[in-house]
């Protein structure tokens, strides 16, 4: 039944009452001329009302001419009706098209490209390339082809170790990995020295190949040479024979930072009163909503970027964006010795854990308090175990 | 008035089997497809639907004749709709009391 409704709501149709006194007849003539009707009521003696398709209600005058009944239509009814309605507003329809049409073209292309994962190489480097490759704002997605962008890009730079190219709706997202550059190895027929790598006093030292120039205990300077490549023979007359010396040198290393103690301390703590800057822009040009200038004098700010996006993907080129001005205002905080201490050690530890490599252990640390012109400072030392040793060519400073 | 004596003019054939049935009778074809024998289903008290009929004589809310080629079907009832209407076949809703034929 849903059925049979929804194929005449399709097709369209008429609810018509005729009155008469032959409406039988009517029905008669209607249906040997193939004309469907339904719901078929009486409403009075004279009068019934009944639905018939588009097409037949054309037929169905002379029909009613025959039975000598008078048709009238009480409503039309289904798709075409309104279909007809709309054809005589043609702004509207041209509109519709003209939207369907615009926000098709509009997510097919390219607004925004976005690069992460780069530290050493340049974003407009590979902007460049990627403009070079037809990439850049504006371009259609379909030229785009993701897997031909990722290896061209792996070629043409070395340091990348991994190259990912994703079109997520109309933004380009380009995340790359950048490998560790491998340490200058040099090769094993190369003769070669071993050295310090820092100042330090050894604890062990284990020569693989070469000369021990230093023994446990020493204090030795960066630079200086722990193993020798050069072996000097016994008799002077043979020369000598290089080698490439390799071992591992184990010493005891010291890291030193220093912090004044602070007196106080200056927090900033925003007021609540807040001031907002408004622009719009498309693509890269912006400009300024006229609304009176930054009444703060300290101040944070934070960007909102409004543009419309369809279903959360589609990012479109223009928008407007709100620069949100917080007022700050400073406190002073008084420390008291021991904050201040400790906030000044803090400070000089994680000056200090920068300087410490990865591989060095950390054995034993100090703090030290200096007072110098009524001035506290703070000096931490720490004390670590690590690997001093590195290759580096002989005759080379 | 007029109708009543125009239904009396109706050509009525007589309930014997014609060459065409006998031969679907032998084929073992469904009689119906070849006769112009009226077919009535009935579907509880709501629905009566009814195929091979000539056209409808008389339709109220109470009353509804239909004529076919073996007499008069008279079905009397209650809010009684045509719910569609064919060349070939028609349904009548409504609250069914009586299903009369009329020689």
């Known amino acids: ?397 | 008035m007029k109708r009543r004596k125009k239904d009396k003019t109706v050509k009525r054939k007589k309930e014997s089997a014609t060459v065409k049935e006998k031969v679907a009778r032998m084929l073992e074809i469904p009689e119906e497809i070849v006769s112009d024998r009226p077919k009535i289903t009935t579907v509880g008290r709501k629905e009566v639907f009814i195929e091979n009929y000539r056209g409808i004589i008389e339709f109220t809310n109470e009353i509804v004749r239909i004529n076919s080629n073996y007499g008069i079907i008279t079905i009397t009832g209650k809010n009684m709709k045509i719910r569609e209407i064919t060349n070939e076949d028609i349904i009548i809703t409504g609250d069914i009391d009586n299903i009369d034929y009329v020689v």
Request: aromatic share 8%; proline share 4%.
């Open chain 1, 1 to 397: 039944m849903f059925l049979i409704r929804l194929w005449h709501y399709f097709k369209g149709y008429v609810i018509i009452i005729v009155s008469g006194f032959s409406v039988e007849k009517f029905i008669n003539i209607c249906t040997r001329r193939q004309i469907l009707l339904w719901d078929i009521e009486r409403l009075s003696p004279t009068e019934v009302t009944m639905k018939m398709s588009i097409r037949g209600f054309k037929n169905a005058r002379s029909a009613a001419r025959k039975s000598r009944c008078r048709v009238r239509i009480k409503e039309k009814k289904g798709l075409p009706y309104i279909i007809w309605k709309y054809k005589r507003r043609k702004g509207f329809v041209i509109g519709l098209v003209a939207f369907a049409v615009l926000i098709y073209l509009m997510t097919s292309i390219i607004w925004s490209i976005e690069i992460t994962g780069n530290y050493n190489i340049n974003t407009d480097v590979l902007m460049e390339q990627l403009n070079g490759m037809g990439i850049f704002r504006g371009a259609t997605k379909r030229s785009i082809d993701p897997k031909y962008v990722a290896d061209t890009l792996m070629l043409k730079n070395r340091e990348l170790a991994w190259t990912g190219v994703e079109i997520k709706g109309t933004k380009l997202l380009i995340t790359v990995r950048e490998g560790i550059e491998p340490p200058v190895v040099i090769p094993v027929e190369q003769p070669c020295n071993v050295v310090a790598k820092r100042d330090g006093i050894i604890i062990s030292i284990m020569a693989k190949n070469g000369l021990t120039l230093v023994k446990e205990g020493d204090t030795v300077k960066k630079g200086q040479v722990l193993i020798s490549g050069v072996l000097e023979s016994i008799h002077p007359e043979f020369g000598s024979k290089q080698v490439h010396a390799m071992g591992e040198v184990l010493a005891r290393t010291w890291y030193e930072a220093e912090k004044e103690v602070p007196v106080k301390k200056i927090n900033r703590i925003k007021t609540g009163l807040e001031w907002n800057k408004y622009s719009v822009y498309f693509l890269d040009f912006r400009i300024r909503l006229p609304l009176g200038n930054n009444p703060f004098e300290l101040y944070e700010t934070g960007i909102v970027d409004k543009a419309p996006v369809i279903g959360n993907r589609f990012k479109l080129p223009f928008g407007l964006i709100i620069e949100k001005h917080y007022e700050l205002k400073e406190e002073e905080q008084v420390l008291d010795q021991e904050q201040a201490r400790e906030l000044a050690h803090k400070m000089a530890m994680d000056k200090i854990l920068e300087m410490v490599p990865k591989e060095a252990e950390i054995v034993d640390q100090q703090m030290q308090v200096i007072t110098a012109e009524g001035r506290e400072y703070i000096q931490v030392t720490v004390e670590c175990t690590e690997n001093i040793a590195i290759q580096k060519e002989i005759g080379g400073n």
